[in-house]
């Protein structure tokens, strides 16, 4: 799986938007982006993921670059709830025989 | 969807003492389950996959004996802490992948995971 690299740390306002963002230049084109997040003390929850097309659903987008060596994960409106570790990972969809490799993520706090 | 659920959400025991965690499939089956440890401030890290019906496979350096590794059905895998020290006072967590197709494959589902505190 290829590398990725998060700032460790990012403050957001309550109520405004959160660009998380993720580099990963040695992304193959078959390695999707995946998006998972672990709020304190709980298991991690699956978020967003994309191959090269922005995507968007009911908690996030995740804006893919042109030539997908970085990306952004937004989350709109940011929530107190919002404030967890977010894991950016690069890996082949389907398959599931191996485990997922977690680096050390961004964590984010949202400020009232 | 789908839903993984892991007992006990947290567990205190003593050195020496065994403790089992369990992790269902809630409707789903799951013929893989994989188990990730965390220490305070840190990631998670995998520990070992099982498979069900087969022998469960570890990361080096995680010892085998010691964190035994069932996955009798499709539906349930445990992890049993053998003879428990402080040093595995950890955050234990379940993980299953979801085998959907194309851009459909969501990854994985984890559960909540068991604080577990050896005194």
């Known amino acids: 799986d290829a590398k990725t690299t998060q700032p460790p740390s990012m403050d957001c306002a309550e109520g405004r938007a959160a660009n998380l963002p993720c580099n990963h230049s040695t992304i193959s084109g078959n390695e999707y982006v995946y998006w998972y997040r672990q709020i304190h003390s709980q298991g991690p929850q699956y978020i967003i993921h994309g191959l090269k097309n922005n995507e968007t659903n009911e908690m996030a987008s995740l804006i893919i670059t042109e030539d997908r060596k970085s990306s952004t994960l937004i989350l709109p409106h940011a929530t107190l709830r919002d404030t967890a570790v977010y894991y950016c990972?690069?890996?082949?969809?389907?398959?599931?025989?191996?485990?997922?490799?977690f680096g050390k993520g961004t964590h984010l706090i949202i400020q009232p | 969807g789908a839903v993984v659920s892991q007992h006990p959400s947290w567990v205190i025991c003593k050195s020496g003492t065994s403790v089992k965690i369990e992790c269902r499939s809630l409707d789903f089956q799951a013929t893989t389950m994989f188990w990730y440890r965390q220490f305070p401030k840190q990631s998670l890290m995998l520990m070992a996959t099982s498979n069900e019906g087969s022998k469960a496979t570890y990361e080096q350096g995680v010892e085998k004996d010691k964190f035994l590794i069932n996955h009798a059905s499709l539906t349930l895998s445990t992890l049993t802490v053998t003879s428990a020290h402080p040093e595995d006072s950890s955050f234990y967590i379940c993980?299953?992948?979801?085998?959907?197709?194309?851009?459909?494959?969501?990854?994985?589902?984890f559960g909540s995971g068991t604080r577990l505190t050896v005194v």
């Open positions: 990972i690069v890996r082949v969809a389907g398959g599931g025989a191996d485990g997922l490799t």
């Open positions: 993980s299953a992948p979801l085998l959907g197709q194309g851009r459909d494959n969501y990854g994985y589902t």
